[in-house]
């Protein structure tokens, strides 16, 4: 089975910074999905924040995320970051990991909260 595990989250400043690691199911990485980072904010639904290909490192941003978080993956660990700077009271919600083609479940994901 398919499992992703969400961790970094945490209650920040305006301004402030978090790391969110993703850990995934072995046969993530070996299998070739892209691996991606969704955020939900509370009462909208979940939106695409990246998107990385362990394996040649290839990296895509949807347009309303250009030069705000930075992804990142290290196969060896089957593991993958969103490094969040600049964070705002918007990036405030839920965080969760998947792949694409989509694994079927969710994890649990991380909580961010961004507040003065």
């Known amino acids: 089975q398919v499992q992703f595990v969400e961790s970094g989250g945490g209650l920040v400043q305006p301004g402030g910074s978090l790391r969110l690691t993703c850990t995934a199911s072995e046969i993530i990485f070996t299998t070739r999905r892209h691996i991606v980072w969704y955020h939900q904010a509370p009462g909208k639904e979940r939106r695409l924040v990246a998107q990385?290909?362990?394996?040649?490192?290839?990296?895509y941003y949807p347009d309303y995320m250009k030069d705000r978080f930075i992804i990142s993956a290290d196969s060896d660990k089957n593991t993958v970051f969103l490094q969040m700077r600049n964070l705002n009271p918007d990036d405030s919600g839920m965080y969760y990991c998947?792949?694409?083609?989509?694994?079927?479940?969710w994890g649990q994901g991380t909580q961010v909260t961004v507040s003065s």
């Open positions: 990385i290909s362990p394996w040649d490192g290839d990296i």
């Open positions: 998947n792949s694409v083609p989509f694994s079927g479940s």
